[in-house]
Protein backbone atom coordinates (compact mmCIF):
# COMPACT_ATOMS: atom_id res chain seq x y z
CA UNK A 1 0.00 0.00 0.00
CA UNK A 2 1.75 3.28 -0.84
CA UNK A 3 1.64 6.36 1.67
CA UNK A 4 3.26 9.65 1.74
CA UNK A 5 5.78 9.68 4.64
CA UNK A 6 3.49 12.41 6.31
CA UNK A 7 0.89 9.78 6.69
CA UNK A 8 3.54 7.15 8.59
CA UNK A 9 4.67 9.63 10.85
CA UNK A 10 1.59 11.12 12.20
CA UNK A 11 0.84 7.35 13.13
CA UNK A 12 4.25 6.94 14.38
CA UNK A 13 3.67 9.98 16.20
CA UNK A 14 0.74 9.32 17.54
CA UNK A 15 2.20 5.39 19.11
CA UNK A 16 5.58 6.84 20.10
CA UNK A 17 7.67 4.13 17.32
CA UNK A 18 9.75 5.05 14.56
CA UNK A 19 9.48 3.78 10.81
CA UNK A 20 12.49 2.53 9.67
CA UNK A 21 13.63 4.05 5.90
CA UNK A 22 15.64 1.83 4.33
CA UNK A 23 18.26 2.87 1.08
CA UNK A 24 17.49 0.03 -1.41
CA UNK A 25 20.47 -0.08 -4.73
CA UNK A 26 19.65 -3.63 -5.42
CA UNK A 27 16.48 -5.59 -6.33
CA UNK A 28 18.03 -8.27 -3.38
CA UNK A 29 17.28 -5.39 -1.27
CA UNK A 30 14.46 -4.16 -1.80
CA UNK A 31 12.48 -7.43 -1.93
CA UNK A 32 14.54 -8.19 1.57
CA UNK A 33 13.15 -5.55 3.15
CA UNK A 34 9.54 -5.70 1.97
CA UNK A 35 9.19 -9.37 3.08
CA UNK A 36 10.78 -8.37 6.40
CA UNK A 37 8.06 -5.33 6.50
CA UNK A 38 4.89 -8.02 5.38
CA UNK A 39 5.89 -10.56 8.02
CA UNK A 40 5.92 -8.62 10.71
CA UNK A 41 2.86 -6.59 9.75
CA UNK A 42 5.10 -3.47 10.30
CA UNK A 43 5.03 0.11 7.99
CA UNK A 44 8.16 0.85 6.36
CA UNK A 45 10.07 3.62 3.76
CA UNK A 46 11.35 2.21 0.93
CA UNK A 47 14.32 4.76 -0.19
CA UNK A 48 16.33 6.02 -3.15
CA UNK A 49 19.74 7.77 -2.17
CA UNK A 50 20.66 10.35 -4.98
CA UNK A 51 24.25 9.27 -4.28
CA UNK A 52 23.44 5.16 -5.39
CA UNK A 53 22.66 6.13 -8.85
CA UNK A 54 25.98 5.21 -9.02
CA UNK A 55 25.01 1.58 -8.54
CA UNK A 56 21.63 2.18 -10.18
CA UNK A 57 19.71 5.12 -11.56
CA UNK A 58 16.54 6.50 -10.18
CA UNK A 59 14.94 6.56 -13.54
CA UNK A 60 15.46 2.56 -13.05
CA UNK A 61 15.07 1.53 -9.35
CA UNK A 62 12.73 4.36 -8.44
CA UNK A 63 9.51 2.19 -10.70
CA UNK A 64 10.45 -0.79 -8.95
CA UNK A 65 10.03 0.81 -5.41
CA UNK A 66 7.02 2.20 -6.59
CA UNK A 67 5.45 -1.28 -7.51
CA UNK A 68 6.83 -3.19 -4.77
CA UNK A 69 5.27 -0.30 -2.06
CA UNK A 70 1.72 -0.66 -4.20
CA UNK A 71 1.39 -4.23 -4.38
CA UNK A 72 2.48 -4.65 -0.87
CA UNK A 73 0.56 -5.72 1.94
CA UNK A 74 1.74 -2.60 4.83
CA UNK A 75 2.01 0.99 4.21
CA UNK A 76 4.84 1.99 1.92
CA UNK A 77 6.33 5.27 1.47
CA UNK A 78 8.82 5.64 -1.50
CA UNK A 79 11.25 8.48 -0.72
CA UNK A 80 14.21 10.00 -2.12
CA UNK A 81 17.31 10.46 0.06
CA UNK A 82 19.71 12.99 -0.63
CA UNK A 83 18.00 14.95 -3.26
CA UNK A 84 20.54 18.00 -4.41
CA UNK A 85 18.90 19.77 -6.51
CA UNK A 86 14.57 20.41 -7.51
CA UNK A 87 15.07 18.75 -10.76
CA UNK A 88 15.77 15.24 -9.33
CA UNK A 89 13.33 16.09 -6.81
CA UNK A 90 10.80 16.21 -9.59
CA UNK A 91 11.85 13.15 -11.33
CA UNK A 92 11.03 11.72 -8.21
CA UNK A 93 7.89 12.54 -7.52
CA UNK A 94 7.21 11.97 -11.66
CA UNK A 95 7.84 8.45 -10.78
CA UNK A 96 5.49 8.32 -8.48
CA UNK A 97 7.89 9.20 -4.82
CA UNK A 98 5.63 9.91 -2.11
CA UNK A 99 8.65 11.79 -0.13
CA UNK A 100 11.27 13.11 -0.98
CA UNK A 101 14.10 15.52 1.02
CA UNK A 102 15.81 17.62 -0.06
CA UNK A 103 19.43 18.16 1.34
CA UNK A 104 21.00 22.12 1.11
CA UNK A 105 22.35 21.93 4.81
CA UNK A 106 25.87 22.51 3.52
CA UNK A 107 24.40 26.01 2.17
CA UNK A 108 24.22 29.05 4.14
CA UNK A 109 21.07 28.94 6.36
CA UNK A 110 19.29 31.42 4.34
CA UNK A 111 20.06 29.81 1.18
CA UNK A 112 19.19 26.12 2.59
CA UNK A 113 15.58 28.06 3.38
CA UNK A 114 15.21 29.76 0.14
CA UNK A 115 15.63 26.06 -1.40
CA UNK A 116 13.65 23.99 0.65
CA UNK A 117 10.65 26.18 0.83
CA UNK A 118 10.81 25.74 -3.11
CA UNK A 119 10.28 22.25 -2.76
CA UNK A 120 8.00 22.15 -0.63
CA UNK A 121 5.54 24.05 -2.66
CA UNK A 122 6.43 22.94 -5.62
CA UNK A 123 5.90 18.85 -3.34
CA UNK A 124 2.83 19.66 -1.80
CA UNK A 125 0.67 20.59 -4.60
CA UNK A 126 1.43 17.07 -5.77
CA UNK A 127 0.53 15.49 -2.28
CA UNK A 128 4.11 14.31 -1.47
CA UNK A 129 5.89 15.03 1.99
CA UNK A 130 9.16 16.95 2.39
CA UNK A 131 12.30 16.03 4.66
CA UNK A 132 15.06 18.61 4.99
CA UNK A 133 18.43 18.73 7.08
CA UNK A 134 19.66 20.99 9.30
CA UNK A 135 23.14 20.43 10.83
CA UNK A 136 26.03 18.58 9.97
CA UNK A 137 25.73 14.87 9.20
CA UNK A 138 28.88 13.84 8.18
CA UNK A 139 30.09 9.90 7.34
CA UNK A 140 32.81 7.82 9.10
CA UNK A 141 34.05 6.85 5.54
CA UNK A 142 33.03 3.25 5.72
CA UNK A 143 30.05 2.56 3.91
CA UNK A 144 28.96 6.19 4.32
CA UNK A 145 26.50 7.96 1.79
CA UNK A 146 28.05 11.25 2.16
CA UNK A 147 31.57 12.14 2.66
CA UNK A 148 32.26 16.06 2.71
CA UNK A 149 35.86 17.81 3.05
CA UNK A 150 36.28 19.07 6.88
CA UNK A 151 35.04 15.42 8.46
CA UNK A 152 37.31 15.29 10.30
CA UNK A 153 37.32 18.54 11.72
CA UNK A 154 33.97 18.06 12.20
CA UNK A 155 34.32 14.92 14.18
CA UNK A 156 36.55 16.89 16.53
CA UNK A 157 34.33 19.58 17.56
CA UNK A 158 31.12 18.17 16.76
CA UNK A 159 28.99 20.20 19.07
CA UNK A 160 29.52 22.82 16.63
CA UNK A 161 28.13 21.20 14.28
CA UNK A 162 25.16 19.84 15.76
CA UNK A 163 21.33 21.06 15.14
CA UNK A 164 20.05 24.16 17.37
CA UNK A 165 16.93 23.61 19.17
CA UNK A 166 16.29 27.39 18.20
CA UNK A 167 17.47 27.44 14.62
CA UNK A 168 15.25 24.32 14.12
CA UNK A 169 12.06 26.02 15.44
CA UNK A 170 12.32 29.24 12.86
CA UNK A 171 13.37 26.66 10.15
CA UNK A 172 10.30 24.81 10.27
CA UNK A 173 7.83 27.64 10.62
CA UNK A 174 9.79 29.04 7.50
CA UNK A 175 9.64 25.92 5.20
CA UNK A 176 6.59 24.08 6.51
CA UNK A 177 8.57 20.92 6.28
CA UNK A 178 6.84 17.45 7.07
CA UNK A 179 10.51 16.25 8.92
CA UNK A 180 13.34 17.63 9.64
CA UNK A 181 16.67 15.24 9.54
CA UNK A 182 18.74 16.99 13.16
CA UNK A 183 22.49 16.18 13.74
CA UNK A 184 23.11 15.42 17.03
CA UNK A 185 26.00 12.87 16.92
CA UNK A 186 25.18 10.19 14.62
CA UNK A 187 26.84 9.60 11.37
CA UNK A 188 26.51 8.03 8.19
CA UNK A 189 28.22 4.46 7.72
CA UNK A 190 30.10 2.02 9.75
CA UNK A 191 30.75 3.89 13.28
CA UNK A 192 35.08 3.86 13.96
CA UNK A 193 34.47 4.58 17.36
CA UNK A 194 31.20 4.58 19.59
CA UNK A 195 28.85 7.90 19.00
CA UNK A 196 28.42 10.51 21.61
CA UNK A 197 24.64 10.95 20.85
CA UNK A 198 22.99 14.60 22.86
CA UNK A 199 19.58 13.11 23.95
CA UNK A 200 18.86 16.90 25.23
CA UNK A 201 19.47 18.27 22.37
CA UNK A 202 17.08 16.21 20.88
CA UNK A 203 14.47 16.12 22.93
CA UNK A 204 14.30 20.32 22.83
CA UNK A 205 14.28 19.93 19.15
CA UNK A 206 11.38 17.71 18.86
CA UNK A 207 9.75 20.25 21.31
CA UNK A 208 10.48 23.44 19.68
CA UNK A 209 9.59 22.12 15.61
CA UNK A 210 6.48 19.94 16.92
CA UNK A 211 7.55 17.81 13.67
CA UNK A 212 8.62 14.42 13.38
CA UNK A 213 13.06 14.12 13.70
CA UNK A 214 14.63 11.98 11.92
CA UNK A 215 17.70 10.40 12.63
CA UNK A 216 20.40 9.66 9.48
CA UNK A 217 23.07 7.22 9.97
CA UNK A 218 20.51 5.41 12.06
CA UNK A 219 22.86 1.77 11.98
CA UNK A 220 25.15 0.67 14.49
CA UNK A 221 23.17 2.10 17.77
CA UNK A 222 22.68 0.06 21.00
CA UNK A 223 19.00 -0.95 21.40
CA UNK A 224 18.87 1.34 24.33
CA UNK A 225 20.14 4.12 22.53
CA UNK A 226 17.65 3.71 19.73
CA UNK A 227 15.12 3.67 22.45
CA UNK A 228 16.13 6.81 23.64
CA UNK A 229 15.83 8.77 20.57
CA UNK A 230 12.41 6.97 19.37
CA UNK A 231 11.29 8.40 23.21
CA UNK A 232 12.67 11.76 22.16
CA UNK A 233 10.80 12.70 18.91
CA UNK A 234 12.81 10.30 16.58
CA UNK A 235 10.09 9.08 14.30
CA UNK A 236 12.15 8.48 11.36
CA UNK A 237 15.21 6.19 11.05
CA UNK A 238 17.68 5.77 7.95
CA UNK A 239 19.43 2.59 8.22
CA UNK A 240 21.50 0.90 5.36
CA UNK A 241 24.82 0.70 6.24
CA UNK A 242 24.52 -2.73 8.34
CA UNK A 243 22.18 -4.63 6.34
CA UNK A 244 24.24 -4.20 3.41
CA UNK A 245 27.47 -5.33 4.97
CA UNK A 246 25.30 -8.23 6.40
CA UNK A 247 24.38 -8.87 2.96
CA UNK A 248 28.13 -8.84 1.62
CA UNK A 249 29.60 -10.81 4.76
CA UNK A 250 26.91 -14.03 3.95
CA UNK A 251 28.02 -13.86 0.20
CA UNK A 252 31.84 -13.76 0.87
CA UNK A 253 30.78 -16.96 3.37
CA UNK A 254 28.79 -18.64 0.75
CA UNK A 255 31.56 -17.96 -2.08
CA UNK A 256 34.46 -19.62 0.59
CA UNK A 257 32.57 -22.59 0.90
CA UNK A 258 31.09 -23.33 -2.56
CA UNK A 259 33.53 -25.10 -4.89
CA UNK A 260 31.16 -24.42 -7.81
CA UNK A 261 29.32 -21.57 -6.65
CA UNK A 262 26.71 -19.27 -9.49
CA UNK A 263 25.99 -15.02 -9.14
CA UNK A 264 22.14 -15.88 -8.42
CA UNK A 265 22.93 -18.32 -5.13
CA UNK A 266 24.83 -14.85 -3.62
CA UNK A 267 21.77 -12.98 -4.56
CA UNK A 268 19.28 -15.42 -2.64
CA UNK A 269 21.74 -15.16 0.40
CA UNK A 270 22.53 -11.95 0.43
CA UNK A 271 18.32 -11.34 0.22
CA UNK A 272 17.91 -13.23 2.83
CA UNK A 273 20.07 -12.23 5.20
CA UNK A 274 19.38 -8.31 4.68
CA UNK A 275 15.65 -9.85 5.26
CA UNK A 276 16.68 -11.07 8.72
CA UNK A 277 18.52 -7.97 9.71
CA UNK A 278 15.64 -5.63 8.64
CA UNK A 279 13.59 -7.37 10.56
CA UNK A 280 15.90 -6.79 13.88
CA UNK A 281 16.12 -3.69 13.11
CA UNK A 282 12.01 -2.85 12.33
CA UNK A 283 11.44 -4.74 15.42
CA UNK A 284 13.62 -2.57 18.00
CA UNK A 285 12.20 0.41 15.68
CA UNK A 286 8.98 -0.52 17.26
CA UNK A 287 9.78 0.71 20.67
CA UNK A 288 7.82 -2.21 22.48
Known amino acids: MLVTLKELLIEADKGNYAVG ?3 CPTLESVRGVVEAAEELRAPIILAHAEVHNAIIPLEIMGPILVEFAQKASVPIAVHLDHGTNLETVKQAIDIGFTSVMIDASHKSYEENIQIV ?10 N ?12 SGLG ?8 SHVLEDAANYYTDPAIA ?3 VEKTNIDALAASFGTVHGIYLTKPNLDFDRLERIYENIQRPVVMHGGSGLSEEEYKTVINRGVRKINYYSYAAKAGAYAAKAFLEKE ?3 FYHDLTVVAKETIKQ ?3 KAISIFANK
Open 259 to 261: ENP
Open 277 to 279: DIK
Open 169 to 171: KDF
Open 117 to 126: KEVVEYAHKQ
Open 144 to 151: GEETYEGD
Open 128 to 139: VSVEAELGVMTS
Open 21 to 23: AFN
